[in-house]
């Protein structure tokens, strides 16, 4: 009796623990509310909300609209990561009207989700997607300050379970919102995964947080990265960036 008194004990304690990680979520890109007219779009799900990223024009219509007018957004890419994410490249069908602002709005019975929202950290409260188009076109690539390099390991212990993380520096340089094409490559089995990863520092995050993330590390321990950068318009950086090598992070006791 004892025995199955602890069983239970560490079963409610595992159940308490996965509850800090949702089981639902949109995301979007860019993150702020004015944006250039050629700007591209990101749309991001998470968990059960992939399912909705996977068929996005399909069965989930998604568009921008302002009062009358709608504008169809076209898949680009799809990209699906290693733990609970997977992303959608978005860009607008037609042109964008300068000065007007848009909402971002998904059609469908979307399960969970039942309106696009953000959170807005200074008023504490969800609002709807919406952008504002400046009067200009971003036709600059990013650019590159040096070359890209590993900078430290990272393995935390969490309660819904590890954050890990390879931390490289980032060198680009860009008016605009950044995104990191990112290539992981298993040495040992040759496997590839592919994820647009968001950078407004001077750090890039390789690999997954506690809940979710686009890189796992479980084919293997060394690896092979490479990076591509670009703006929120698309352009690229002219630079190239070498490939790097890396072995993945161990968890060790401090």
Same mark, same amino acid.
């Given at each position: 009796?004892?025995?199955?008194?602890?069983?239970?004990?560490?079963?409610?304690?595992?159940?308490?623990?996965?509850?800090?990680?949702?089981?639902?979520?949109?995301?979007?890109?860019?993150?702020?509310?004015?944006?250039?007219?050629?700007?591209?779009?990101?749309? *991001?799900?998470?968990?059960?909300?992939? *399912?909705?990223?996977?068929?996005?024009?399909?069965?989930?219509?998604?568009?921008?609209?302002?009062?009358?007018?709608?504008?169809?957004?076209?898949?680009?890419?799809?990209?699906?990561?290693?733990?609970?994410?997977?992303?959608?490249?978005?860009?607008? *069908?037609?042109?964008?009207?300068?000065?007007?602002?848009?909402?971002?709005?998904?059609?469908?019975?979307?399960?969970?989700?039942? *309106?696009?929202?953000?959170?807005?950290?200074?008023?504490?409260?969800?609002?709807?997607?919406?952008?504002?188009?400046?009067?200009?076109?971003?036709?600059?690539?990013?650019?590159?300050?040096?070359?890209?390099?590993?900078?430290?390991?990272?393995?935390?212990?969490?309660?819904?379970?590890?954050?890990?993380?390879?931390?490289?520096?980032?060198?680009?340089?860009?008016?605009?919102?950044?995104?990191?094409?990112?290539?992981?490559?298993?040495?040992?089995?040759?496997?590839?995964?592919?994820?647009?990863?968001?950078?407004?520092?001077?750090?890039?995050?390789?690999?997954?947080?506690?809940?979710?993330?686009?890189?796992?590390?479980?084919?293997?321990?060394?690896?092979?990265?490479?990076?591509?950068?670009?703006?929120?318009?698309?352009?690229?950086?002219?630079?190239?960036?070498?490939?790097?090598?890396?072995?993945?992070?161990?968890?060790?006791?401090?």
């Amino acid at each position: 009796m004892k025995g199955f008194l602890l069983l239970l004990i560490g079963l409610c304690s595992v159940i308490s623990s996965y509850a800090d990680c949702a089981v639902h979520g949109l995301d979007v890109f860019p993150k702020q509310k004015n944006i250039k007219q050629n700007s591209l779009f990101i749309l *991001e799900g998470y968990a059960w909300s992939q *399912e909705v990223i996977l068929k996005l024009n399909t069965i989930y219509p998604i568009y921008l609209e302002s009062g009358n007018e709608k504008i169809k957004l076209q898949v680009l890419e799809v990209c699906t990561g290693e733990f609970k994410l997977t992303q959608a490249i978005l860009k607008p *069908e037609t042109d964008l009207k300068v000065g007007v602002e848009y909402t971002m709005r998904i059609d469908g019975d979307i399960p969970f989700d039942k *309106e696009l929202t953000r959170y807005n950290r200074e008023r504490g409260e969800y609002e709807p997607v919406t952008y504002t188009v400046l009067a200009e076109k971003d036709l600059m690539a990013p650019v590159l300050e040096g070359q890209v390099k590993e900078v430290k390991k990272s393995f935390e212990m969490y309660g819904c379970g590890p954050s890990v993380n390879i931390i490289f520096s980032n060198p680009a340089k860009d008016d605009s919102e950044l995104l990191v094409k990112t290539t992981v490559k298993s040495l040992k089995t040759g496997k590839k995964g592919t994820y647009y990863l968001q950078s407004d520092s001077d750090e890039i995050n390789v690999g997954h947080g506690m809940c979710s993330g686009a890189f796992q590390f479980k084919e293997g321990n060394n690896y092979e990265v490479e990076f591509v950068f670009m703006d929120s318009a698309g352009n690229i950086a002219d630079t190239k960036v070498d490939k790097i090598k890396f072995t993945k992070p161990k968890y060790s006791l401090k």
